[in-house]
T-cell receptor, first 112, second 112 residues
Framework: GESVGLHLPTLSVQEGDNSIINCAYSNSASDYFIWYKQESGKGPQFIIDIRSNMDKRQGQRVTVLLNKTVKHLSLQIAATQPGDSAVYFC???????????FGQGTELSVKP | DTEVTQTPKHLVMGMTNKKSLKCEQHMGHRAMYWYKQKAKKPPELMFVYSYEKLSINESVPSRFSPECPNSSLLNLHLHALQPEDSALYLC???????????FGEGSWLTVV
């Protein structure tokens, strides 16, 4: 499955499909970006990060893409599993500020 | 599992009570944070400490009073709260400002 447009609040995919979660950031001075996963009743869990001098970074089953031209960030999850169901937040950090600004979040629902 | 520990996990307090939320990390991190999160919303920054000194106060009402007794501990003192202050309060830490921020599981606060 693939999200349509930006700021999509919910995304429903079939188990085994790939998921793409999009995020637009606002500050061109942001130099560090993080994706967090938050399951119900828990705190945000770090997934993957990327610095502004990169445009792609891969982890285990996850890939983050950064397009600085249009200030867009995406998280790709390969072979989505029921355990991936959660709210996903992108966050941007401005160097030296220590201020992490969160996007509105996307709720991912995985159907078995 | 997160290495940022928050207590208590749940707290119910009256509007005239005084209570405290506690946070501890043993990762040697020198930056610590308090965030507030309402249901279905992203976390919002409240306070940032860097090397035990308050670095950022996001115009938080004085009924919330942070304290950083040492580099491993962060407290949030609560007094005369309002029902609208009911939320999940998240503590987080990072090695230094600008590095990856790791969250605890949060303290669920209900003000009655």
């Amino acid at each position: 499955g693939e999200s349509v447009g930006l700021h999509l609040p919910t995304l429903s995919v079939q188990e085994g499909d790939n998921s793409i979660i999009n995020c637009a950031y606002s500050n061109s001075a942001s130099d560090y970006f993080i994706w967090y996963k938050q399951e119900s009743g828990k705190g945000p869990q770090f997934i993957i990060d990327i610095r502004s001098n990169m445009d792609k970074r891969q982890g285990q089953r996850v890939t983050v893409l950064l397009n600085k031209t249009v200030k867009h960030l995406s998280l790709q999850i390969a072979a989505t599993q029921p355990g991936d169901s959660a709210v996903y937040f992108c966050a941007e950090n401005i160097w030296q500020g220590g201020k992490l600004i969160f996007g509105q979040g996307t709720e991912l629902s995985v159907k078995p | 599992d997160t290495e940022v520990t928050q207590t208590p996990k749940h707290l119910v307090m009256g509007m005239t009570n005084k209570k405290s939320l506690k946070c501890e990390q043993h990762m040697g991190h020198r930056a610590m944070y308090w965030y507030k999160q309402k249901a279905k919303k992203p976390p919002e920054l409240m306070f940032v400490y860097s090397y035990e000194k308050l670095s950022i106060n996001e115009s938080v009402p004085s009924r919330f009073s942070p304290e950083c007794p040492n580099s491993s501990l962060l407290n949030l003192h609560l007094h005369a709260l309002q029902p609208e202050d009911s939320a999940l309060y998240l503590c987080a830490s990072s090695q230094v400002l600008g590095n990856t921020i790791y969250f605890g599981e949060g303290s669920w606060l209900t003000v009655v």
